[in-house]
């Protein structure tokens, strides 16, 4: 791609200097990118009241304006614009409504100390994004256009930024395959759309830790699968299972894994376990990136963390349930946790597992996970100077 | 759900005997399903000039009006309704477009000898449809009601059943979560539509066999998985492959399993073997419905056709790749074909495996799935008395 989009570049400056209209060079050239520097914008004429800081229940808020991009087979991508928020239409024989050819990132837009709006390492969700887009078969693009893009949108809508603790401005990119036709196969139209939204504090009252069910009879992801990309398909098979855990009044439902029940997600985040191994090492141990777990943000922020701390073994590999149970009555186990960007660390107390209730010791005063949220939110707050990227006109 | 109906029912019947307002019982009740005697309908002011039935594209041509049905958990279902084919609208946080809460049937009204239009056994696909519901944790309904509701849709479009052999109108109802907020959980909202259109002959050429594609790197379903639920989510995975195996001059992907490679789906249809097995009996062998397979309507309707002829042995067991190539070798493959609503049945001719292409036998003339072929569209196009559903004013 990086060297169709330098062939486009040379044609267009070729062109131009040529003074070839741009406009025929872009249908001609089918883009293999779009560009910031396209944008449009058309701002609201009635913007919505915000709401109260202490009230953002997550995914229910978004802000007056939305991005959008087309992307046809025959003409590549078209101009990113930014218009009010707005319903999307589509024919009913829409492939994404009968396929689920589509996939999204999760991002967030923080509000520093300092008044500064910072993005926390987007170009990683724009990498993932792009292999999550091969995977469906769906176009990619130039992850930092896309960015310039998101930072525009942002900036329009600046003012819905929460400046509560701990609160910030949810990103989701989505692309989804919209191509009106039946039939199993790539999709030649698509869309690609950014809505933006306020959300709190995950937690209500702070870190609360959570009771998981882990019951084996489901799978999230297997080998051969998709489980290591963000496509739509990952979360439909979990829902019904999520709604059994809360019936059974556990808050999330820890994903296993193989004959060794392999401990490999916990809800929609990746789960570390904080332990003393069998050789009497400290070691932080989270599922390898093998296919079947999310290669997620913020669990490489944590393990990059601790492996610049120094301060024990940090391991990726499998761990089994097996491990844990043992780990567990030899007092080995010191914290196990999600991690995600949502809420960034999210403590568990207790697996449901085998008709037993595991009790996680850590209650009360998960350090290490504590830790690492410090440190990351004060990287994400602008508390410490850190690779963030800052948002300016 | 029948004890809940008959609950509303006898709840009715008093509130009606005793006055009440029927409109208040129905929002107190949160009706468990929809009604045909609630439809109502929309007819449309400018007719679409129908395609030609030799030029009948799968998937591309709709007749003039669709069916909606709303769905909240508030207020339970709403009143069917038929309109002019119409785009839908959605928020852009809409879970369906994020998550793949969505799920689908395949079924097709065919044109008799006799001028009778006819279903096949409809009461299949929505059985199947209920229980994919479910475990999407998406509402269920009275399977009778939407078939009565479909009956109409199809006598107001009857103009548009093709009248050409082996052509007929492909059904397509569908269910999807619309709740306009994001986060991994049940749909508060749904919408069932069904959309309606010509189709052709599924081979442009008559049973033209196909050359499939066999990557074990690839995995379709898994225990513990979705792969028998007519899910949109096991779709979106299969879209990549599909292209690398047309990439590969091959038409669709044979779907393996496990370490014995076993032969589980074929592109989206079951897969049949006819052959003389290991201890020299005639045998039609097809995967067991363990949770990796779809329960193909076509698929069942093929083995209660050959049960009946009581010809050769019946067996639903896995099989894997090395049995194939052995039998292969020893000349005891008689047959391998696809099954299902789209093309009936769909000969195999070659399997591309570990770098080598394998021949199966029975190219040119496939003696058995040619009699499936015969005896199930007999059925559909009323050449035969059967349990064909007719659809009458």
Same mark, same amino acid.
């Given at each position: ?205 702070? /870190?609360?830790? =959570? %009771?998981?069910?882990?019951?084996? !009879?489901?799978?999230?992801? @297997? ?6 990309? &963000? ?62 777990? /999310?290669?997620? =943000? %913020?669990?490489?922020?944590?393990? !990059?963390?601790?492996?610049? @701390? ?6 990726? &590999? ?76």
């Amino acid at each position: 791609m990086a060297a169709i989009g330098r062939q486009v570049f040379n044609t267009l400056t070729y062109q131009v200097k040529h003074g070839i209209y741009l406009n025929t060079v872009r249908a001609f050239s089918s883009p293999s990118t779009f560009k910031y520097a396209d944008l449009t914008v058309e701002q609201t004429k009635s913007p919505q009241a915000k709401p109260t800081p202490d009230k953002l229940l997550f995914g229910h808020h978004f802000t007056d304006h939305m991005l959008e991009v087309d992307w046809t087979s025959k003409n590549g991508w078209g101009k990113p614009h930014i218009s009010p928020l707005h319903n999307l239409s589509f024919h009913p024989a829409a492939k994404v409504l009968h396929y689920g050819i589509e996939l999204f990132e999760g991002m967030k837009a923080y509000m520093g100390v300092d008044g500064k709006i910072r993005l926390f390492r987007p170009m990683e969700n724009m990498k993932r994004m792009n292999k999550t887009a091969k995977r469906c078969d769906l176009p990619t693009f130039d992850g930092e256009e896309l960015i310039s893009c998101i930072k525009k949108l942002i900036l329009i809508d600046r003012e819905w930024v929460p400046k509560a603790e701990n609160s910030s401005l949810y990103i989701r990119p989505t692309l989804i395959g919209n191509d009106p036709t039946l039939g199993v196969s790539k999709s030649q139209q698509a869309l690609l759309f950014v809505i933006v939204g306020p959300v709190g504090s995950y937690f209500t009252t702070g /870190l609360e830790p =959570v %009771t998981l069910m882990a019951d084996p !009879k489901y799978v999230r992801a @297997w080998p051969g699968g998709c489980g290591s990309y &963000k496509m739509g398909s990952n979360y439909a098979p979990t829902i019904e299972v999520q709604s059994n855990a809360v019936k059974a009044k556990c808050q999330q439902v820890l994903w296993l894994y193989g004959e060794d029940h392999q401990l490999t997600e916990v809800g929609t985040m990746n789960l570390f376990m904080y332990w003393t191994n069998e050789e009497g090492v400290d070691e932080l141990i989270t599922h390898p990136l093998d296919g079947l777990v /999310l290669p997620g =943000v %913020t669990r490489s922020s944590l393990i !990059k963390l601790a492996e610049e @701390w120094g301060e024990f073994k940090v391991t990726e &590999k499998p761990y089994g349930m097996k491990e844990v149970v043992k780990a567990l009555k030899e007092n080995r186990v010191k914290e196990i946790f999600g991690a995600g960007t949502a809420c960034v660390v999210c403590p568990v107390k207790e697996i449901v597992y085998e008709g037993e209730v595991l009790q996680i010791p850590a209650v009360g005063q998960p350090k290490l996970s504590m830790r690492f949220f410090k440190e990351l939110t004060d990287i994400q707050f602008g508390r410490k100077p850190s690779d963030m990227v800052e948002i300016v006109e």
